[in-house]
């Protein structure tokens, strides 16, 4: 039997950090993963999605080249030279966290972990002792029920990642975040683009005005969408045909199924440790400990946004709490990243949840449009809104335009550590960037708006 201070069972964002944490932290470290190293967010998400929407850039970027003065004629796509590019990326990756498990000495076990005592974990049949586990086993697409994913034409949002040629036309089934990046990314690259979504409207995680704007945008560039719309059947002819509710029919040469995910707690021992789930997540408390105390659980198979860096925060608060060092955890300083073109970024509170929840908010709005560095970049669609109370507390911060997802931490900062709004419009920004559209909409809001009426 080896022995540990900590044992965790996974190694995406949430258990490969947490893993690398606290060996800084002088403690003694085993990572057990069934699958590949650095988990669903470099193997199956974030790392491989944003590299193929990176080529989608430069493409879009090759074709708007004349706008710019530059004249690029000749080129072509070369799709599977786009995803070797992609299991390259994610290659180099996942050695690099092989390389930090070796330099931290930590012992990375591969098979299926089973919690079997509150300081016991079963792998591969051997035992291994721990003075504590963090649970960190992530999520896995979720299915519709009487459709069958084959990985092939009917793909989830891991499958998808395997396709070696491009698809005439993709139906995307799901208009969420996974569904919008996937649809901005082949329509980028001449796929003919179809999204179905139960709900009444796209990205219902963000603003309405965010979710209409982003549809507009969409419908612009060509992509179908089909909203207040259930998908009834998939069947397979010469092309799928998707039946959606109302008599459409789409036809398209691949489906994609993307109506979120579910936690990966089944057949990890937590039932013979009376540990508690609901609706498949573990439940823990403040100090993401579970109702034993000795184990904790992170990331996707809590409570919180399914979002990796969301994960990476909860495992090293995990192990801060591990250590005496008691953090309670705190998701209001979590942003949200949409990888689409334009990117979607936000903190806090969407203008709708502010308004339901504070009576003196006020928004403010700044155009991308009025910003000199959007403009010459060629990219004025967007804007930025803050939402604030009477005292110039920062509520909520939602960009839709160029560059959001970088922008967006700007945001994080000075809602988490309390900045004022009205500091806030005082703040030099280098010019022209733009990072600008923070300090312009920080005086639209105090009532002294610069480049803008």
């Known amino acids: 039997m080896k022995s540990y201070d900590l044992v965790i069972i996974g190694s995406g964002p949430g258990g490969y950090v947490a893993a690398l944490y606290a060996s800084r932290h002088k403690l003694s470290v085993c990572v057990v993963e069934k699958d590949l190293l650095g988990g669903t967010c470099l193997n199956r998400g974030c790392i491989p999605t944003k590299a193929l929407l990176y080529s989608a850039s430069i493409l879009s970027k090759i074709k708007e080249s004349k706008e710019y003065g530059i004249e690029a004629g000749g080129f072509k796509i070369n799709f599977p030279a786009i995803a070797a590019r992609k299991d390259a990326v994610v290659n180099r990756l996942r050695a690099g966290i092989e390389t930090l498990f070796r330099g931290s000495r930590i012992e990375l076990l591969k098979g299926a972990a089973k919690v079997v005592g509150a300081d016991t974990v079963s792998v591969n049949g051997d035992i291994l002792n721990a ?203 979590v942003p949200n990243c949409v990888w689409t073109d334009p990117e979607v970024a936000s903190v806090g509170l969407t203008e709708e949840e502010a308004f339901l929840k504070y009576p003196d908010i006020k928004i403010a709005k700044f155009p991308y449009l009025a910003s000199g560095k959007a403009y010459l970049m060629g990219r004025p669609e967007g804007f930025i809104k803050i939402a604030g109370d009477s005292k110039g507390n920062i509520i909520g911060v939602e960009i839709l335009g160029e560059e959001a997802c970088d922008l967006i931490g700007e945001a994080v900062l000075a809602k988490s550590i309390g900045i004022n709004i009205k500091d806030w419009a005082n703040i030099v920004h280098g010019h022209p960037t733009l990072s600008e559209i923070f300090q312009e909409a920080a005086h639209v809001f105090c009532g002294t708006p610069i480049h803008s009426i």
Do not use: W
């Open 131 to 333: 003075k504590s586990i963090i649970i960190a086993t992530g999520s896995r697409p979720m299915s519709i029920p009487g459709i069958e994913s084959d990985e092939v034409d009917i793909c989830s949002s891991d499958g998808i990642l395997k396709i070696k040629e491009l698809p005439k036309s993709i139906g995307i089934v799901g208009g969420g975040v996974i569904g919008c990046e996937f649809a901005s990314l082949f329509n980028a690259l001449g796929s003919k683009v179809f999204i179905v979504e139960l709900l009444d409207r796209i990205l219902t995680t963000q603003s309405k005005e965010v979710s209409r704007k982003m549809e507009a945008i969409f419908k612009k560039r060509g992509v179908s969408i089909h909203t207040a719309a259930k998908l009834e059947s998939i069947t397979k002819e010469n092309s799928l045909k998707l039946k959606i509710s109302g008599g459409n029919v789409i036809e398209a040469e691949k489906a994609l199924i993307s109506v979120g995910r579910i936690s990966n707690t089944e057949g990890i021992g937590l039932e013979g440790l009376g540990i508690q789930t609901e609706k498949g997540r573990i439940l823990v408390d403040e100090n993401l400990r579970t109702s034993v105390k000795s184990i904790y659980a992170i990331g996707d198979c809590v409570r919180g946004p399914l979002l990796a860096h969301k994960a990476s925060y909860d495992g090293m608060a995990a192990v801060d709490n591990i250590l005496g060092k008691t953090r309670t955890i705190d998701y209001a300083g």
